[in-house]
């Protein structure tokens, strides 16, 4: 059974910094990873998806790393604002088995100005 | 907005009431699913409708049934809940290319905070 872990799971930095956000999955058997980011009490908006080939991705101030083969990703932050505040779910896609998705934990993020 | 839309957004209900929560999506997908969100817990996932046909039941209690009448929309049918039941439930969607899924993303609502009392 997949399991997916996310550590920290709180984070506190001041504004300006950069972090670095873990996920790690026991079954390296899967289709993509995707991170997304969870505001209170809202839904879950896509940050970025990395294929099981591809060994990063990047968006604006935002890098995801995918090593499978050791079950790892990372969500790097560059420069952190206030406004990054919030939960950070990484989920993996299982391997042949349609598109279910298994989530973590979640480590939540409070960027402090 | 993410092109997932769900209503109503906050739902209060006792014990022994039927109620319903709904999801529609506005991205031309093919699969669509519900989640469970409880405080301090990983989301779940509870059901799965791939071209409206329900593909997986993640060993959920009966009290909750789900609805699948078009690829746009899903419904979760609530009755006998308990107050454990209490959570953000979640709809998703996604384009299901079958095993190939490679670009498959997945895109969440905003969710339906269910508080049973």
């Known amino acids: 059974k997949q399991e997916v872990t996310q550590i920290p799971a709180a984070l506190s930095v001041p504004e300006g910094e950069n972090l670095v956000l873990n996920c790690s999955f026991t079954?390296?058997?899967?289709?993509?990873l995707q991170w997304f980011r969870q505001d209170p009490g809202k839904g879950l908006t896509s940050l970025l998806l990395i294929q099981s080939s591809q060994r990063e991705q990047t968006s604006g101030r935002l890098n995801a790393s995918l090593d499978k083969s050791s079950g790892r990703s990372t969500l790097y932050i560059a420069a952190s604002q206030p406004g990054d505040s919030a939960t950070y779910l990484c989920a993996v896609r299982r391997y042949n088995a349609g598109n279910m998705l298994t989530f973590g934990g979640g480590t939540r993020l409070m960027v402090k100005p | 907005e993410t092109g997932v839309t769900q209503t109503p957004r906050h739902l209060v209900m006792g014990m022994t009431n039927k109620k319903s929560l709904k999801c529609e999506q506005h991205l031309g997908h093919n699969a669509m699913y519900w989640y469970k969100q409880s405080a301090k817990k990983p989301l779940e996932l509870m059901f799965v409708?791939?071209?409206?046909?329900?593909?997986e039941n993640n060993s959920v209690p009966s009290r909750f049934s789900p609805e699948c009448p078009n690829s746009s929309h899903l419904f979760l049918h609530l009755h006998t809940l308990q107050p454990e039941d209490s959570a953000l439930y979640l709809c998703?969607?996604?384009?299901?290319?079958?095993?190939?899924?490679?670009?498959?993303?997945?895109?969440f609502g905003q969710g339906t905070r269910l508080t049973v009392v």
């Open positions: 409708y791939s071209l409206e046909e329900r593909v």
């Open positions: 998703a969607s996604s384009q299901d290319l079958g095993r190939v899924s490679l670009d498959t993303e997945a895109f």
């Open positions: 079954d390296s058997a899967i289709y993509n």
